[in-house]
């Protein structure tokens, strides 16, 4: 059975940092690409970052880019995403998520994605 947890959230003042981790069992992340999306109170969930299996290539949404950081260690079979320069819209619930096989479509797209964990919720204040 496969299972992400996330763990890292937390409540953080505006400009702070936190850092995210999803570990995986049950399957191996190296061979996936893997994604962090999030949640608004209020809104459907978005895509944050992704990064393909090879760990080559990386993706964001243009709201944190040059802020957020999305990584991977296979050998850990973890993902990570660091996030600097939090602001209060950075707010929500995060998610990481991967897919059962080497290439994704729409790296952006939810239903792209196999494994989803239950997320962290990732608080900024202002």
């Known amino acids: 059975q496969v299972q992400l947890v996330e763990y890292g959230g937390g409540l953080v003042q505006a400009g702070g940092s936190l850092r995210l981790s999803c570990a995986a069992s049950?399957?191996?992340?190296?061979?996936?690409?893997v994604a962090w999306f999030r949640q608004a109170p209020g809104k459907e969930r978005d895509f944050v970052a992704h990064?393909?299996?090879?760990?080559?290539?990386?993706y964001y949404r243009n709201a944190v880019k040059g802020r957020f950081t999305i990584t991977r260690d296979n050998a850990k079979n973890t993902l990570y995403l660091e996030m600097n320069s939090l602001r209060p819209e950075d707010t929500a619930v995060y998610y990481c998520?991967?897919?059962?096989?080497?290439?994704?479509?729409?790296?952006?797209?939810?239903?792209?994605?196999?494994?989803w964990g239950q997320g962290t919720q990732v608080t900024v204040s202002s």
């Open positions: 049950g399957h191996t992340l190296s061979t996936s690409p």
């Open positions: 990064i393909t299996w090879t760990g080559k290539n990386t």
């Open positions: 998520a991967a897919g059962r096989s080497r290439t994704i479509i729409s790296p952006a797209t939810e239903r792209d994605y196999d494994y």
